[in-house]
């Protein structure tokens, strides 16, 4: 009883994450543009879905499967619409190429050369891979800040470390 109630609450919660893109649905819908959409979110949350999809069929897992076959076909929309509207259609298009390349290798891999009996605990790892990337695709856009707020608190570290004695000023260093 317990278990099942626990099964049906993360159903219940899992479904509405997935569901969040549809505001986005519908400002692309409304503005017939793109503007302030991320896609990369979309992108990793369907490689996600596909994946554990493959991993609920090999084990069998009915709540997996239909979790996933929703979350993957509400990805696949998101993606189909942001492709639509999008003013630069080949990088997009480009990246879901990339996307189904790495999907299809793996469930490759996965079916030729992983022996049976360790193939579900080695899909689950690579599952898992596709998780971590959904949770961080959001921060894609602080990415390319990291390297400047690291070498400024370098900077401020030398600064602090290396002060100027009172009074005296800043000379060069000897040669």
């Known amino acids: 009883m317990v278990l099942s109630v626990l099964a049906g609450v993360c159903l219940a919660a899992t479904l509405a994450m997935f569901a969040t893109g549809l505001s986005d649905l519908r400002q692309m819908l409304a503005t017939k543009s793109v503007e302030n959409i991320q896609f990369l979110p979309f992108l990793t949350t369907d490689a996600n879905n596909l994946s554990w999809l493959g991993y609920g069929c090999l084990k069998g897992d009915g709540t997996v499967i239909t979790v996933n076959a929703i979350g993957a076909a509400l990805q696949t929309l998101y993606i189909l619409v942001y492709l639509y509207y999008s003013p ?8 879901v190429l990339l996307l ?3 999907v299809v290798t793996g469930y490759g891999y996965f079916t030729i050369l992983v022996d049976t009996g360790t193939r579900l605990a080695h899909l689950g790892l690579f599952c898992s891979v596709f998780t971590i990337s959904m949770y961080l695709s959001p921060l894609a856009d602080l990415v390319p800040n990291v390297p400047g707020i690291l070498t400024s608190l370098v900077r401020f570290w030398l600064f602090q470390r290396y002060r100027p004695e009172q009074g005296k000023p800043y ?3 000897p040669a």
């Open 171 to 173: 000379s060069p260093l």
């Open 100 to 102: 189904l390349a790495v």
């Open 88 to 95: 630069a259609k080949r990088p997009v298009l480009l990246q």
